[in-house]
């Protein structure tokens, strides 16, 4: 098998079989997304433990393979980090779409590296950033409010 088909295994086995699917009851956040060229909806429930470390993560919606696919990879990467690990991993991952980054060679990260083919179908871009603008959004959206409970 080539490279380019394990590439869309992988994406349709988390597709097919999603990780995290499912809502969190009392989350520390959730954020929604959109996207109005295809259709795609997300939400993303986040519950952070004290640290704001990631405890559990887990997404809702409806879409195509690419946009689900990538939620369930997001939502496998992230949880365990803490806030400011994951909006590195954010940025990581825009700069693998724009080919200006690389993930690390690891098995954490082998599967949302197939994701990387997508960039060379501009439309379907914004399928794959869904759930990763999604989760930044959310995550600068809670940090803000912290930082304004402590004022």
């Keep these: 098998m080539s490279l380019n ?4 295994e992988v994406i349709l086995d988390h ?15 959730q954020e929604g997304g959109h996207n ?10 986040v519950r952070l433990d ?8 887990c997404f809702e ?10 939620s369930s990879m997001m939502t496998e990467i992230m949880e365990g980090k803490s806030l400011e690990e994951a909006l590195d991993i954010v940025r990581i991952f825009e700069g693998m779409m724009q ?3 690389e993930f690390p060679d690891t098995d954490e990260y082998l599967d949302v590296i197939s994701l990387k083919g ?5 439309v379907r871009l914004k ?8 989760v930044k959004r959310g995550i600068t959206r809670y940090q803000s409010s912290e930082k304004m409970a402590e004022e």
């Design 99 to 101: 080919g200006e980054a």
């Design 61 to 70: 919606g409806h879409g195509c393979s690419i946009s689900m696919a990538s």
């Design 118 to 122: 997508v960039a060379d179908f501009p």
């Design 50 to 57: 004290d640290q704001d470390v990631i405890q559990a993560i």
């Design 15 to 29: 597709y097919r079989a999603p990780r995290h699917r499912g809502i969190i009851e009392e989350p520390s956040f």
């Design 36 to 45: 109005p060229s295809c259709g795609d909806t997300l939400e993303i429930f």
């Design 127 to 134: 399928c794959a950033t869904l759930a990763w603008d999604t």
């Design 5 to 8: 088909g394990l590439y869309k």
